[in-house]
């Protein structure tokens, strides 16, 4: 047991994937000698060698498509996208041709590939190095997409997600990449699409990941102080989600608020909301209610803190599923 | 600023000038000699030739019962190959086993080559599956639809190679069209930088669809390659002999750890794009017959011819091998099975997906709702 | 041996007909896999078609010069064969550079597939249960595989199953669905399970008192606590303990408004027949313009007083059913015959037994008239969730100072209970003295508006 960052859990969940299994490999942008403009594959290209750890040429396409050539080799790519926005170029490698190499070749070519992507705002940043984009790759059937919240799983799960013989999209929440917290190497990991309950609770279920789950446990602290039970579910996987853990905890509570930082229409909220609607139709006190950033490209960084989806935002949501007055109260039709 | 089209057929014209071609065996059916690429065909003696003469013969044939079959509706499409044997056949019969390939979707005629089963040619285009074969089992990716793309595979093979220490090489075949993507040039680019024992072969068949190549370059594409430090070889694509010697030469450097070639076989698309291609709106039938005067197999029949080869035994025998293939290409094509609906959800991944099993059971318990039963 | 049929392919582009313009073969002729048997042409070219079969023809369906449609049959062949034997010929397609092209639909009338029988539920569902199942349960079983069942289980209880109009019929009932059993499909809670288990029947005639048999002993007689009793009392209750109350008195002389009233009901239009309870919500609805903290409520729930911008003024009804509090939206914009008219429709539909739901919510402030029964005064009890309740006695004529002198008068006692918590005695004072004011002198209306 020991106590680490959020990266520098990553990072050790890396070193003890490149040990464990001779076909693992990193390939990214400035992973080798600088170790990851984050830090995450620190030290790793000095313990493993170049052609262990690539530090590759500027072409996000090139390194999933080498990846996928590797991968027919047999190899266990593990790529790093060295920031949300810059997927874009690889996105068509990955839809195209990661996503749908199993299935094209009837299971006869495996994509064991794992990309890592740093994602989610709050950091202050320029343009295109705070975006969400999990939702394009959700909607990608042949992809497992997955956000760890916090160090423990960042470990367990960077390994659960190499270890698998379908490919990964990795995100990691780069705000919190220094926030610590204990990881327990022989911990037994629960299934990489399971979620987590983080904290019981019988009033609201509120469902969020990566960065926000920190954000949702505060919020959930934080309602304490007027008698609100919130229970707190870490969803880990989004795709596939673990829908039978929020059912449940639907069914309890009869109240359900997701969050996230990424945009409003279409986000992986959309989802969870319209299926446990249909699973929990008859249970549900008041409609689902989704707290996440606007229909709006990210902002400049004074704007971002309206953008992203915080503790208070989470709790007017929380009253509106709750029938109380809320910020949207003075704005709805009187029935 | 757009060009008007005269300019760019003119274009077309000097990126093909014949002379700065590598070649071997003229369309006149007599050999010339060129020292840089003569030992590398020294070994091809009259029985290679009678060999590859079937082999071109075949996957023409096989091309054209696959047309046809199109017409008569037993497949969606087909895209022809039709002109570019040589290119194919010289290319592919020069590697190995243990060599990996990948390709786009016109490349038939490597995929006989490779060994892969006349059968397994049909159900990508008849529509019954997105794959005809394991890629394992013959050393040849399913064809690449998405253009380009596979560019990058075969240098992510190839680096796998290389790590691995082994002398296998990887090749990726694409038009002169897909020279224009992007990934193409990332190709290059990281087959350069990390060394790799990768072959790209350009078979520019001048069409990418209805787009000379004109549109695509100012320059003869082999050109592109050395700026990347990749050096590369311009060939005549409708010689069979020169194709295969440059493969070879191609091929000899990647195993020694002499890295990546580029190879620009020069041909020409004499069918449509696909079959439901109009090419009468855009083809200059002059320009074509003057290819069509350029044909692969003809040249060869000459040379057999010259050498006193072209016998009525190797003629029934070559007509016997076509027949045979035609016939094996329809049989396989009529008898493949409708795939069950279920089918649909197999092997998207690997591991089970809970959301695709619960949408599997729904559309289960859907299809059993109807009389008949599942169909 | 069989008659197959060719029809005309979509030769590029999706063309949807061509032209045949020669055969190349004749009837009887016999023809190979693949042989050219017609040229057809195109919008720009002549394309030469292979014959699907071999065989013998037998009909050659189209003469030269004609315009065929794709898909429609050109030539009969007699296939000689066992490679074409007889298969179901796949419907013509207009092929596309990609692929076969889009279907070519029938132009008939769309229909459904035939379905058999459609499957019953295999294993009857419980309905919900508030049991709890063993811990092991939900810890053993692994988030990927599907349950076995669509009805989850684990160790907590689940909320009370129903839709949401329900739901909302039971809030506006005060029906709680934890004490209620569903008779719906899995146990769900219907509209009708609410209704019976609130109040009941709107639609019944019958006052509840006669509908339940009063058992009678030798001394006594039981009546079944009925639905609006039980609710009255449930919300008299309510009240009582929930809000400490106290209530301040004032007598008025109103005479000037009794006199006043002979010339207000002069001018009054659209029939309206403005009496004393008229003046009263008027005086009322004005003094809260002045005192705003009057009319509000506490909210424990959510930890605030809501003050509320606007009166629904309610009148507190005694019906054969019981007493009931139907209240007038926005009271205080009304005018006074406005309001007389109002107040004079909330009692006729209270009398008659047709007043809804929705009348009976949102009241923010309520009057009691009690004088209507004789007497002068009342400690009224609060309507759950209000903070005041005026009540008004009956006018009398009683001695009183006037000028100096004793004189009849007509007197008026005006109660107000109001919730202390709320409210502190000043407000409450000072509310009530306004109404007297211009009750004792309506024209003062002159300075407070």
Redo the contacts between chains.
Sequence with gaps: MTELTLAKAINLGLRRALESDDRV?LIGEDIGKLGGVFRVTDGLQADFGV?RV?D??L?E??I????????????R?VCEIQFDGFIY?GF??IV??VA???????????V?ITIRVPFGGGIGAVEHHSESPEAYFTHT??L?VVSCSNPQDAYAMVRQAIA???PVLFFEPKRRYWATGEVDENAVAPPL?SAHIVREGSDVTLVAYGPLVTTARDAALAALDDGTSIEVIDLRSL??????TVEASVRKTGRLVVAHEAQHFGGVGAEVAASITERCFFHLEAPPVRVTGFDTPYPAAKLERHFLPDLDRILDAVDRVMGRTNSLSSLEVTA | MLRSLDQLDDLTTAVTAPDALLQLLPPDGNRVAHPDLDPWVADIDGAALAALYDDLSVIRRLD??AT?L????EL??WPPLLGQEAAQVGSARALRRDD?V?TSYRENGVAYCRGVAIADLMPVWR?T???GW???DVGM??PAV?IG?Q???????????A??GVDSV?VAYFGDGATSQ??VA??M??AA??HVPVIFFCQNNHWA?SEPVGLQTKRPIADRAPAYGIPSLRVDGNDVLAVMAAMRIALDRARTGGGPTFIEAVTYRMG???????P??YVDPVERAEWAAKDPIDRLERHLDSLGLLTDALRESVAKSTDAAAAEL??AC?ALPEPAPLTVF?????????????QR?EYS?YL?????GAS | MSVRE?AM??????LTESELVSWEVAVGDTVE??QVIAEVE????LVQ??S?WAGTVARLLVQPGVVVRVGSPIVAIEVSDA?GAP?TE?P??N???????PPIEESSHPQR????A??ERETPVAPVSVAPAPVEDAAAAP????RATDMPHGPQAERPMSTPPVRKLAADLGVRLELVSGTGERGMITRDDVLRAGAPAEASAVPPVLQNAAQTGPDETRVPISGVRRRTAEAMVASAFTAPQATVFLTVDVTPTVELLDTVRARARDGARPGILAVVAKALCIAVARTPEINARWDEAAGVIVQWRTVNLGIAAATERGLIVPNVPRANELSLDRLALALAELSATARAGTTTPTALRGGTITISNVGVFGVDAGTPILVPGEAAILALGAVARRPWEHNGEIALRSVLTLSLSFDHRVVDGQQAATFLADIGAILAAPGIVLTMV
């Design positions: 490999l052609r690539i590759a040429p072409a396409s090139a999933i498509g080498t990846a996928v050539g590797l991968a027919f080799r047999g190899f790519p170029p068509d490698q195209a041709q749908k190499l199993h299935y094209r070749t009837s299971g006869n070519v495996r064991p059937s042949g497992r698998s013989d379908d699409g795709s596939p989600v673990d829908f039978d | 054209t019962e046809a199109q017409r008569q509706g969606g499409l990996f990948f529509g599956a997105l794959s394991n890629p394992y990716a399913t998405i793309a560019t990058l595979h075969a240098t992510g093979y190839a680096l796998g190679c790590i691995d990887s992007g990934d990332e190709a680019v990281y930088s990390f669809i449509p794009h696909t079959t439901s291609d109009d009468g709106r329809r049989r009529l197999d092997n998207v991944y690997a591991e089970p997906h809970s959301g695709l099993e619960r059971r318990a059993s709702m109807f009389e008949g | 060719f392919p979509d030769l590029g582009e999706g896999l693949n195109t919008a720009k070219a078609l292979p699907p490679a298969r796949p013509a397609r092929a596309v550079l990609v692929g076969y092209g597939r035939a379905r058999g459609l499957l988030a990927e595989s599907p």
